[in-house]
C-alpha cells in the first residue's frame, strides 16, 4: 500500500492514465475488473456492459487511487482487513460491489497516504535544505561560521520568526551556541504558548492550506477543552518557533545595513 501512495503521490494515478487517452489504459482497467470479478467474487461471466461501467466508475470516483491499488482493494476484503462484501449474488459481479469494496479501501488507505506523504515531503525538505546550506557554505561559509558572525553582527533578522526554520534547526540540533537545559525548558514552554495563541489566526488566515486549517480547527477544539494540555497536532509549529527562538536569544542585536 505504500508502495501505491507512493505512486500517486508522483503523479502516477488512474485519472492521470485517463488523460493520456487511446485504448491502452481503458484495457487496462476492463484487465483488473474482469480479475477481480473473477478470482475475489465468482463471478467469471460478468457482462461487457457492467466492466465498461465499472471502468468509467472507477475513472470518475476513484481517479486519485494508482491502478494497482484496485487489485489490493480485493485483496483486503478477502482478508477481511476492510469491511466490504465480496458476495456477487447468483455469480452476477455489480459496480455496487466494486464501489463499496473500493470506498472501503479508500477509507483504509488515508493514514498510510498522510504518512508516505510527510515522509516523502520531509525527504523533499531535507534534500532541499542540505542542497541550500551547500550553496550558503560556498557563499558564507558552514552554518557555524554563519552563526558565530551572527553573534557578533546581526544584519539579518529582526525578529525571531525570520530566522529561517533550517537554519535554526541545524544550530539547534548541533548545539552551536551551547544551550543549556534551562534556557531548553523555558524556550520550549514559550514555544508552545505561542502555537496555541497563534491557532485562531492561522485558521482564519487565507492563505493557509485547507488541510493544515482542518487541523488547527481540531487543535482549538481540544485546546477549548482541555486548557492545560498542549495538543500533539501543533508540536512540529512548536518545535519550530522553537529552534528560532533560541537560536534569536543568541544572537546579536538587530541592526539595519
Not at 462484501?85 to 488507505?109: E, P, T
Request: aromatic fraction near 10%; include cysteine; charged fraction near 25%.
Amino acid at each position: 500500500m505504500e508502495q501505491s501512495c507512493a505512486e500517486t503521490i508522483a503523479g502516477r494515478t488512474i485519472g492521470a492514465m485517463m488523460k493520456i487517452g487511446g485504448m491502452e489504459p481503458v484495457v487496462l482497467l476492463h484487465t483488473e475488473v474482469k480479475f477481480c470479478a473473477a478470482t475475489y467474487c465468482a463471478a467469471p461471466n460478468t457482462e461487457r456492459e457492467v466492466i465498461e461501467e465499472s471502468t468509467r466508475f472507477i475513472a470518475s470516483k476513484f481517479g486519485h487511487l494508482n491502478v494497482n491499488e484496485i487489485r489490493e482493494a480485493f485483496r483486503l476484503a478477502a482478508a477481511g482487513q476492510i469491511d466490504a462484501s465480496l458476495n456477487a449474488y447468483y455469480g452476477m459481479f455489480s459496480v455496487n460491489i466494486l464501489g463499496k469494496v473500493l470506498s472501503a479501501y479508500d477509507d483504509h488507505r488515508t493514514q498510510a497516504y498522510r504518512e508516505v506523504r510527510a515522509r516523502i515531503n520531509a525527504e523533499q525538505q531535507q534534500r532541499e535544505n542540505e542542497q541550500r546550506a551547500e550553496r550558503l557554505k560556498e557563499q558564507f561559509g558552514t552554518i557555524a561560521e554563519q552563526f558565530q558572525a551572527l553573534t557578533q553582527r546581526n544584519e539579518k533578522y529582526p525578529t525571531w520568526n525570520t530566522i529561517p526554520g533550517w537554519f535554526a534547526e541545524k544550530v539547534v540540533r548541533d548545539d552551536l551556541a551551547g544551550f543549556c537545559n534551562d534556557e531548553k525548558g523555558k524556550m520550549w514552554v514559550t514555544a508552545k504558548a505561542w502555537a496555541v495563541n497563534s491557532v485562531g489566526s492561522w485558521i482564519l488566515n487565507p492563505a493557509t492550506p485547507d488541510e493544515d486549517r482542518k487541523r488547527y480547527k481540531a487543535a482549538k477544539s481540544e485546546i477549548e477543552k482541555k486548557p492545560d494540555v498542549f495538543p500533539d497536532s501543533l508540536k512540529s509549529e512548536a518545535q519550530d518557533a522553537y529552534a528560532k527562538m533560541l537560536v534569536f536569544s543568541k544572537i546579536a542585536e538587530y541592526t539595519q545595513p
